[in-house]
């Protein structure tokens, strides 16, 4: 939903759940903000669970590039499924290690699967996907 009208409506929760909630929002602006932030954050998770739409995300890869082919396998995962990354971060970290971001838009299936390939590739000491929303379908009601 794209307008950015606001909807009113009530909920019935126990007192001590409302209580503990309040406590953990207290340095959000109010509640109303503090459960749409919740509610637009479970849309995000559900959305990435489907896996058919339009998501934006980064992979970040850490690995020894002494080790045999490694560079030029990552690379040709990477120019294999080069429609979904939008640019690459390389980072010498020390004598042996790089860290790797890839910053990637596209189903969030792909994404996953892109990240996988990547992750599990031999060498790899350890990566991790982040995925959110392209922000298309969010308007700001702050
Ligand atoms: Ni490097």
């Known amino acids: 939903m794209k307008s950015g009208k606001t909807a009113r409506f009530s909920v019935s929760i126990s007192a001590e759940l409302l209580e503990q909630f309040d406590r953990m929002i207290l ?7 503090a459960i749409g932030d919740l509610i637009q954050d479970a849309l995000i998770e559900h ?68 990240a996988d390939i990547l992750i599990s590739s031999k060498g790899v000491k350890h990566g991790k996907l982040t995925i959110t929303t392209t922000g298309k379908e969010i308007s700001n009601f702050n």
């Open 47 to 114: 959305k990435k669970e489907i896996g058919n739409e339009e998501m934006a995300g980064t992979i970040t890869i850490v690995y020894d590039h002494h080790k045999p082919h490694i560079q030029e396998n990552l690379t040709n995962i990477q120019h294999d499924y080069q429609k979904y990354i939008i640019c690459n971060l390389h980072v010498h970290l020390d004598h042996h290690n790089c860290l790797e971001t890839l910053v990637v838009k596209g189903e969030a299936s792909i994404l996953k699967k892109i």
């Open 27 to 33: 340095n959000v602006a109010n509640r109303s903000q």
